[in-house]
């Protein structure tokens, strides 16, 4: 399979896309106004201490203070709920792996042979803030008013609330992430086979450093990258990750909180720093700068890894990179709900809050043979557009998959067979967890990213979401018992003036009568013996309307 980068920078937005075998696999937007804050890892000045919230304020020079709770404090030999998280069994991994897996796969973490148990250690779900019942602790006892501490962005500061903080920092190389104030160690759990789980454990736990001036051993998690590289690799990359950490706390002595130390990598430096390697026959960048920041961290890499190292080209063509490789067309398409296969049939993709549910349509093949073989056909070529529009739209939490009925049993494993061996390029863990007799399939992806329509597209102001409209005919009944609440409350004489748009008031005046003269409104007039004018306003949304009175003498239209 030969794959291609191609990443484009103009006017304050970065895009990058991964091509395989020439067809779009992965898109990255990043927009400069849109930069995120998560990972970026400070030095703050503690302003204030709540002991009755177990929690603190951090100045980090941001507009609003950021929070601090108890239990993202590291204290040396105290269990904390985000190094005790890294290696839970349900969701484990470090509260900063999944942004150093924003171009891949969150890893999840192999525990280690020394963890606590979840009951043991107090370990508390997500959104739970009561401290572990084996580490309660106040917060007073680790932390005072005026302090300097460094901290990492673990959640980005909302509309009215500061950013979440955290002393349990992570920071990633291309094989492991280093966790400087934790002394714990733990494998991703998607490498595979066991013997080489454990080797990599091994050789983290082996060769790891020390940290601070109490001497503690760092803490290292093998990423699965990490699978199959070589004991020299691995080390180079976590000797790498060190250095990074030496650097941060170097400069945190020689400056004053609050004060930014170290700043998550730009779309660029994570695509050279997690996906960039030999297999990557053409990577093209037509921004100078840019070109140069990628050269420069593969530069300072190359020591880390026996691979060639790719060939980062600079395209200097008058025409758009994008547009040349014909790559905006298929964006467009990755946002549209309908997507066509070859054969002639169809997927239908609708997104929601909860899941996305996907419909398998035969759409105008009607086959050579018999039923089954042309829904078989079809429902194998759905599997593999859908693993592929999963992957580009990045798709998460519950999808659904509604396949064509196959009455054999022996084609529903077929057709998940083809589907799970589709989603096996996917670097983000899916889980496929079954077919059912009618052919619905549920799968799990993990949410990394937001999916690219929130990135592109935003919530219709008109339809609130809903993807409907109401019909001018429904409109056109709530303007008639509009009509009459408001005769009630004017005097007779007066003129009511009704503004709609041009499919409503075409209602308004025909209604469903063929007969001219006889709709709606004529009738109401008749009914309730007043003048009824009405006008078309295009400027309005299907769903509004406006119903006024005016004087005889106020109505330029109506002679007094």
């Given at each position: 399979?030969?794959?291609?980068?191609?990443?484009?920078?103009?006017?304050?937005?970065?895009?990058?896309?991964i091509l395989e075998d020439g067809d779009l696999a992965e898109l990255y937007i990043e927009r400069e106004a849109d930069r995120g804050l998560s990972g970026n890892i400070y030095k703050g000045r503690v302003t204030r201490v709540l002991p009755g919230m177990q929690a603190a304020f951090v100045n980090i020079g941001l507009e609003r203070a950021a929070f601090l709770y108890v239990d993202d404090i590291i204290v040396p030999g105290r269990p904390h709920r985000a190094t005790l998280n890294a290696h839970?069994?349900?969701?484990?991994?470090?509260?900063?792996?999944?942004?150093?897996?924003?171009?891949?796969?969150?890893?999840?973490?192999?525990?280690?042979?020394?963890?606590?148990?979840?009951?043991?250690?107090?370990?508390?779900?997500?959104?739970?803030?009561?401290?572990?019942?084996?580490?309660?602790?106040?917060?007073?006892?680790?932390?005072?008013?005026?302090?300097?501490?460094?901290?990492?962005?673990?959640?980005?500061?909302?509309?009215?609330?500061?950013?979440?903080?955290?002393?349990?920092?992570?920071?990633?190389?291309?094989?492991?992430?280093?966790?400087?104030?934790?002394?714990?160690?733990?494998?991703?759990?998607?490498?595979?086979?066991?013997?080489?789980?454990?080797?990599?454990?091994?050789?983290?736990?082996?060769?790891?450093?020390?940290?601070?001036?109490?001497?503690?051993?760092?803490?290292?998690?093998?990423?699965?990258?990490?699978?199959?590289?070589?004991?020299?690799?691995?080390?180079?990359?976590?000797?790498?990750?060190?250095?990074?950490?030496?650097?941060?706390?170097?400069?945190?002595?020689?400056?004053?909180?609050?004060?930014?130390?170290?700043?998550?990598?730009?779309?660029?430096?994570?695509?050279?720093?997690?996906?960039?390697?030999?297999?990557?026959?053409?990577?093209?960048?037509?921004?100078?700068?840019?070109?140069?920041?990628?050269?420069?961290?593969?530069?300072?890499?190359?020591?880390?890894?026996?691979?060639?190292?790719?060939?980062?080209?600079?395209?200097?063509?008058?025409?758009?990179?994008?547009?040349?490789?014909?790559?905006?067309?298929?964006?467009?398409?990755?946002?549209?709900?309908?997507?066509?296969?070859?054969?002639?049939?169809?997927?239908?993709?609708?997104?929601?809050?909860?899941?996305?549910?996907?419909?398998?349509?035969?759409?105008?093949?009607?086959?050579?043979?018999?039923?089954?073989?042309?829904?078989?056909?079809?429902?194998?070529?759905?599997?593999?557009?859908?693993?592929?529009?999963?992957?580009?739209?990045?798709?998460?939490?519950?999808?659904?998959?509604?396949?064509?009925?196959?009455?054999?049993?022996?084609?529903?494993?077929?057709?998940?067979?083809?589907?799970?061996?589709?989603?096996?390029?996917?670097?983000?863990?899916?889980?496929?967890?079954?077919?059912?007799?009618?052919?619905?399939?549920?799968?799990?992806?993990?949410?990394?990213?937001?999916?690219?329509?929130?990135?592109?597209?935003?919530?219709?102001?008109?339809?609130?979401?809903?993807?409907?409209?109401?019909?001018?005919?429904?409109?056109?009944?709530d303007i008639l018992r509009k009509i009459e609440e408001k005769s009630h409350h004017t005097p007779p004489d007066e003129t009511l003036i009704v503004s709609s748009t041009r499919r409503v008031v075409a209602w308004l005046a025909d209604g469903d009568s063929p007969r001219e003269g006889d709709g709606p409104i004529p009738a109401l007039e008749r009914r309730l013996e007043r003048r009824i004018l009405v006008e078309t306003d295009e400027a309005l949304h299907q769903e509004s309307f406006s119903v006024?009175?005016?004087?005889?003498?106020?109505?330029?239209?109506?002679?007094?």
């Amino acid at each position: 399979m030969e794959a291609s980068i191609l990443i484009t920078h103009r006017n304050g937005e970065t895009r990058a896309a991964i091509l395989e075998d020439g067809d779009l696999a992965e898109l990255y937007i990043e927009r400069e106004a849109d930069r995120g804050l998560s990972g970026n890892i400070y030095k703050g000045r503690v302003t204030r201490v709540l002991p009755g919230m177990q929690a603190a304020f951090v100045n980090i020079g941001l507009e609003r203070a950021a929070f601090l709770y108890v239990d993202d404090i590291i204290v040396p030999g105290r269990p904390h709920r985000a190094t005790l998280n890294a290696h839970a069994d349900d969701e484990g991994q470090h509260a900063h792996v999944e942004q150093s897996e924003g171009l891949g796969s969150v890893e999840r973490t192999e525990a280690p042979a020394t963890r606590e148990s979840s009951e043991g250690a107090g370990i508390i779900s997500e959104g739970d803030n009561r401290a572990p019942v084996a580490s309660r602790i106040s917060i007073t006892d680790l932390i005072r008013p005026g302090q300097e501490i460094i901290v990492q962005v673990a959640k980005e500061p909302l509309k009215n609330k500061g950013a979440r903080v955290t002393t349990a920092l992570s920071i990633a190389g291309r094989y492991v992430v280093h966790l400087p104030n934790s002394d714990r160690i733990g494998v991703s759990r998607r490498i595979e086979p066991e013997a080489e789980k454990r080797r990599i454990k091994d050789l983290l736990e082996a060769h790891r450093g020390e940290n601070g001036a109490d001497r503690r051993p760092s803490g290292f998690i093998g990423r699965t990258a990490a699978a199959t590289r070589t004991d020299d690799e691995i080390l180079a990359d976590m000797r790498y990750t060190e250095r990074l950490w030496h650097e941060v706390r170097a400069k945190s002595q020689n400056l004053s909180a609050p004060a930014l130390l170290r700043s998550e990598l730009s779309l660029p430096l994570r695509i050279a720093r997690d996906v960039l390697d030999a297999s990557h026959a053409h990577v093209l960048v037509d921004d100078a700068d840019v070109l140069g920041e990628i050269n420069a961290v593969l530069e300072s890499r190359k020591e880390e890894t026996s691979d060639v190292r790719p060939t980062v080209e600079y395209y200097h063509e008058a025409k758009p990179l994008f547009e040349a490789y014909h790559l905006e067309q298929r964006i467009s398409e990755a946002l549209a709900p309908t997507v066509a296969l070859k054969s002639g049939g169809s997927i239908v993709i609708d997104e929601t809050e909860s899941m996305t549910a996907i419909d398998v349509n035969t759409g105008r093949f009607v086959g050579s043979r018999d039923l089954e073989a042309t829904v078989l056909k079809t429902n194998i070529e759905a599997a593999h557009a859908i693993a592929k529009e999963i992957r580009l739209r990045n798709l998460g939490g519950i999808i659904i998959i509604d396949f064509i009925d196959m009455q054999n049993a022996a084609s529903r494993d077929q057709v998940q067979r083809a589907l799970a061996a589709a989603l096996a390029r996917d670097r983000t863990k899916t889980n496929v967890l079954g077919m059912s007799p009618i052919g619905l399939v549920e799968l799990t992806r993990k949410r990394i990213r937001s999916p690219l329509s929130r990135v592109m597209m935003e919530r219709c102001p008109y339809c609130d979401g809903r993807g409907r409209i109401r019909s001018a005919r429904s409109v056109g009944h709530d303007i008639l018992r509009k009509i009459e609440e408001k005769s009630h409350h004017t005097p007779p004489d007066e003129t009511l003036i009704v503004s709609s748009t041009r499919r409503v008031v075409a209602w308004l005046a025909d209604g469903d009568s063929p007969r001219e003269g006889d709709g709606p409104i004529p009738a109401l007039e008749r009914r309730l013996e007043r003048r009824i004018l009405v006008e078309t306003d295009e400027a309005l949304h299907q769903e509004s309307f406006s119903v006024t009175a005016r004087a005889r003498g106020e109505d330029p239209l109506v002679k007094p």
